[in-house]
């Protein structure tokens, strides 16, 4: 069963950054897709950036241009860089992970990211 452990939530002023880290642990046959969603109070949740195995990223409309998602090739580890904040990016941020050849989806149990003055 694929492990996911987050770090790097917190708050930060409207125009700061953060950075969130996901640890991948587990799989056996590796990442189809990894990435990030986030879940605001009373919002469904919501794609915020993923890569595929192919190395094909997706962006959320509302993040492009602030946030960059990378991925330590060594150790199954994804980064959301998060600047230019805004409080509209509030949430709960989760780790995504989709199992090649399986694509069995494993979520990780969520890190808040609030954007307050």
């Known amino acids: 069963q694929v492990q996911l452990v987050e770090s790097g939530g917190g708050l930060v002023q409207p125009g700061g950054s953060l950075r969130l880290s996901c640890a991948a642990s587990?799989?056996?046959?590796?990442?189809?897709?990894m990435g990030w969603y986030r879940q605001a109070p009373g919002k469904e949740r919501e794609l915020v950036a993923t890569?595929?195995?192919?190395?094909?990223?997706n962006y959320a409309d509302s993040v492009k241009g602030r946030f960059t998602i990378s991925k330590d090739n060594f150790k199954t580890t994804v980064y959301l860089q998060m600047n230019s904040l805004k409080p509209e990016d509030t949430a709960v941020y989760y780790c995504?992970?989709?199992?090649?050849?399986?694509?069995?989806?494993?979520w990780g149990q969520g890190t808040q990211v609030t954007v307050s003055s």
């Open positions: 587990g799989s056996r046959f590796g990442i189809a897709a």
């Open positions: 890569f595929t195995r192919l190395g094909v990223t």
């Open positions: 995504y992970f989709k199992e090649f050849t399986t694509n069995i989806q494993s």
